[in-house]
């Protein structure tokens, strides 16, 4: 069995347009300065923090390090459930934020790395819920943001069509996405109420406050409070998508009467179709099922 004691610092050098990998070992010094037992593990490529996570939970190890952004914490969450799901001991996540949104980190610090690194040496933490995606072909755990739609569609033609474009991607992605914007219906069903099939030109389903490192999507979700904040946005043309989007900076969106939030222990999807999904940053296509949420089954350091 591995020391329970021991860190693990999972590392995505390319993070951050690869400022991650020149900064991480000064970092990781810092904490063992400060008493701290800490050992690297990088990764090459997509998924191979799921992997390294996975494997560290089976040899017993319990306390793990994030170092990169949203997508490093994403992968490393769904390496570590669903086996931890039920666990006695429960693990405990740490960030070295050096990716390029951070969000989740936002909920609770605008000092990205100095706020962490305070946190894992003075031995602050705090429950934090893991929200599940049931879809067609599996599972998929986040604890930042879910959304379709619109949001959706611009993260995939990222990562899919603007990828190598760097920065400008992001904005060829938007101009796209908004020239072929539609609503349009994702049945779904909350709490086992009433089917809700109106169209929507995007929903979000949020366990943390932030997406997009600034963005205030949900500005009353909470992390620990075992329910995801479901914001819906009805049917928008484009001047008025366009004129609202930049509201979520402040949380302002909401009071578009086209913008609902309300909070949910479970949601239902009956979409037969792939769609694009965002999930902690990440772009996926999936066949929806239910989302659900694991309440305080994850301890994060903040």
Same mark, same amino acid.
């Given at each position: 069995?591995?020391?329970?004691?021991?860190?693990?610092?999972?590392?995505?050098?390319?993070?951050?347009? +690869?400022?991650?990998?020149?900064?991480?070992?000064?970092?990781?010094? /810092?904490?063992?300065?400060?008493?701290?037992?800490?050992?690297?593990?990088?990764?090459?490529?997509?998924?191979?923090? =799921?992997?390294?996570?996975?494997a560290a939970w089976h040899e017993g190890r319990r306390r793990f390090i994030a170092v990169g952004g949203d997508g490093t914490g994403f992968e490393i969450v769904n390496g570590l459930f669903p086996a931890?799901?039920?666990?006695?001991?429960?693990?405990?996540?740490?960030?070295?934020?050096? +990716?390029?949104?951070? =969000?989740?980190?936002?909920?609770?610090?605008?000092?990205?790395?100095?706020?962490?690194?305070?946190?894992?040496?003075?031995?602050?933490?705090?429950?934090?819920?893991?929200?599940?995606?049931?879809? /067609?072909?599996?599972?998929?755990?986040?604890?930042n943001i879910l959304s379709i739609g619109f949001v959706a569609d611009v993260n995939g033609l990222r990562a899919r069509r603007f990828r190598s474009w760097g920065e400008f991607g992001y904005v060829a992605?938007?101009?796209?996405?908004?020239?072929?914007?539609?609503?349009?219906?994702?049945?779904?069903?909350?709490?086992?109420?009433?089917?809700?099939?109106?169209?929507?030109?995007?929903?979000?389903?949020?366990?943390?406050?932030?997406?997009?490192?600034?963005?205030?999507?949900?500005?009353?979700?909470?992390?620990?409070?075992?329910?995801?904040?479901?914001?819906?946005?009805?049917?928008?043309?484009?001047?008025?998508?366009?004129?609202?989007?930049?509201?979520?900076?402040? +949380?302002?969106?909401?009071?578009?009467?086209?913008?609902?939030? =309300?909070?949910?222990?479970?949601?239902?999807?009956?979409?037969?179709?792939?769609?694009?999904?965002?999930?902690?940053?990440?772009?996926?296509?999936?066949?929806?099922?239910?989302?659900?949420?694991?309440?305080?089954?994850?301890?994060?350091?903040?």
């Amino acid at each position: 069995m591995a020391d329970q004691d021991a860190w693990l610092a999972i590392v995505n050098p390319a993070a951050g347009g +690869g400022r991650c990998g020149k900064q991480f070992p000064a970092a990781c010094e /810092r904490l063992r300065q400060g008493g701290m037992t800490v050992d690297v593990a990088q990764t090459h490529g997509p998924g191979e923090a =799921s992997a390294i996570a996975r494997a560290a939970w089976h040899e017993g190890r319990r306390r793990f390090i994030a170092v990169g952004g949203d997508g490093t914490g994403f992968e490393i969450v769904n390496g570590l459930f669903p086996a931890a799901t039920d666990s006695a001991v429960k693990p405990r996540l740490g960030f070295l934020p050096m +990716g390029t949104g951070n =969000s989740f980190l936002r909920d609770f610090t605008e000092q990205g790395a100095e706020h962490s690194i305070g946190a894992l040496l003075e031995g602050r933490w705090r429950e934090c819920d893991v929200a599940r995606l049931h879809h /067609r072909a599996g599972i998929m755990h986040w604890i930042n943001i879910l959304s379709i739609g619109f949001v959706a569609d611009v993260n995939g033609l990222r990562a899919r069509r603007f990828r190598s474009w760097g920065e400008f991607g992001y904005v060829a992605a938007v101009v796209t996405a908004v020239a072929g914007l539609r609503s349009r219906p994702f049945p779904l069903r909350c709490d086992g109420g009433e089917t809700d099939g109106g169209k929507m030109v995007f929903a979000s389903f949020n366990n943390s406050r932030f997406t997009g490192g600034k963005m205030m999507m949900a500005p009353h979700a909470d992390t620990a409070d075992g329910l995801v904040d479901f914001i819906r946005v009805g049917p928008l043309g484009r001047l008025s998508l366009l004129a609202t989007f930049p509201k979520i900076f402040s +949380g302002k969106h909401l009071l578009n009467p086209a913008v609902r939030e =309300s909070k949910h222990k479970t949601i239902e999807f009956d979409v037969s179709d792939e769609i694009d999904v965002m999930i902690d940053g990440e772009a996926e296509r999936v066949i929806p099922r239910a989302i659900d949420v694991l309440p305080a089954a994850l301890e994060v350091c903040v």
